[in-house]
């Protein structure tokens, strides 16, 4: 089989390699699967970098999430089928053909939508917990989001439209506007120093009482300045390198409270029926068509290269992904 790996942290294009591998055997109580589609997520790159919150043990195969077939079984294994359709487990280097799993973990999924579903992991659990875990919204509320054409932005306006709740979508290019109102979202603004004079200017007294930061430094600040009184800012990404502000009128005269979010950390400290929960409401919408992202490509294993060059760029119109057994 085949896989990418890395032995050193560093640009991704110089330290990923290609290479060839024995596959692995099933012990008793695993499987063995054959990924099908995996996503590059920021947070893979990072990692390859060495600059995200968990550095794994050298040499190390990236990519924390993708969908599989079972195409081998360990000794004692009950329950799963050769060919079954199973969510791999997070964090298990999905950039490869081939992965072993305890088959206790699998998580079936149904016959569906392989390009969609390829991206239950990461992105649509964040944007559900954005949006359930910090405030209760009621319909009619407003949040306000930056970085809101990525996959995570996309997924937070269905979410919240689906909710009754109204969103406020900051972007940082005028291209990106008219893709994120066509999906549904209520307003859609181009960042810049007068942004809370625009929201305003459209919310009037409506409550803004959820803000969902991807970005950091100055935006931060201007999307803190929208709350209502009580609001919540959520950190959960700093693309922007720079460390988030906030201003004293925020949290003196309105009592604006900072949360982080760190989707690594829930999965850790979440018990079993919450995941359930969370994964059994995004499955049936996902399947159904109801919850989708944009895909701008997608590369075979031999291509990695080019996937992660692609991955890296700024200004994508979907998500980029692999397909490593075709």
Do not use: C
């Not at 969510?87 to 081939?98: C, V």
């Not at 803190?224 to 919540?232: E, K, P, Y």
């Not at 990404?237 to 906030?246: M, Q, V, W």
């Amino acid at each position: 089989m085949k896989r990418a790996t890395y032995a050193q942290f560093g640009n991704p294009a110089d330290v990923v390699t290609l290479e060839q591998a024995d596959s692995p055997i099933p012990r008793s109580g695993q499987v063995r699967l054959a990924i099908q589609r995996a996503p590059m997520n920021p947070s893979d790159l990072l990692q390859v970098q060495g600059v995200y919150g968990i550095r794994p043990p050298l040499p190390a195969v990236p990519g924390n999430e993708g969908i599989a077939r079972v195409v081998a079984l360990g000794e004692g294994v009950d329950g799963v089928a050769e060919g079954q359709l199973v969510i791999a487990p997070a964090g298990s280097g999905t950039w490869q053909q081939e992965v072993l799993a305890p088959a206790t973990v699998l998580v079936p999924l149904p016959e569906a939508d392989l390009d969609q579903l390829a991206m239950i992991t990461v992105n649509p659990p964040t944007a559900w917990l954005l949006l359930d875990d910090f405030v209760d919204l009621a319909p009619g509320d407003w949040v306000i989001q930056n970085a809101a054409n990525s996959a995570v932005g996309g997924y937070v306006v269905q979410l919240a439209a689906e909710r009754g709740v109204k969103t406020i979508n900051i972007v940082r290019r005028d291209s990106a506007v008219a893709t994120l109102r066509a999906m549904g979202g209520d307003l859609v603004l181009v960042d810049g120093p007068d942004l809370a004079d625009r929201v305003r200017a459209v919310v009037g007294d409506g409550k803004i009482r959820l803000g969902l930061d991807a970005v950091g430094g100055d935006s931060f600040a201007r999307m803190a300045d929208t709350l209502s009184t009580g609001g919540v800012m959520v950190s959960y990404g700093a693309l922007s390198g720079a460390p988030a502000t906030l201003s004293a009128q925020a949290t003196i005269f309105r009592d604006v409270t900072v949360r982080g979010f760190w989707l690594a950390r829930w999965f850790e400290q979440a018990d079993q029926p919450r995941k359930a929960e969370v994964f059994g409401n995004l499955i049936q919408r996902i399947a159904t068509g109801k919850l989708s992202t944009a895909i701008e490509a997608m590369y075979p294993l031999d291509q990695i290269h080019e996937a992660m060059a692609h991955a890296a760029q700024g200004e994508r119109a979907g998500k980029v992904l692999l397909a490593p057994n075709g």
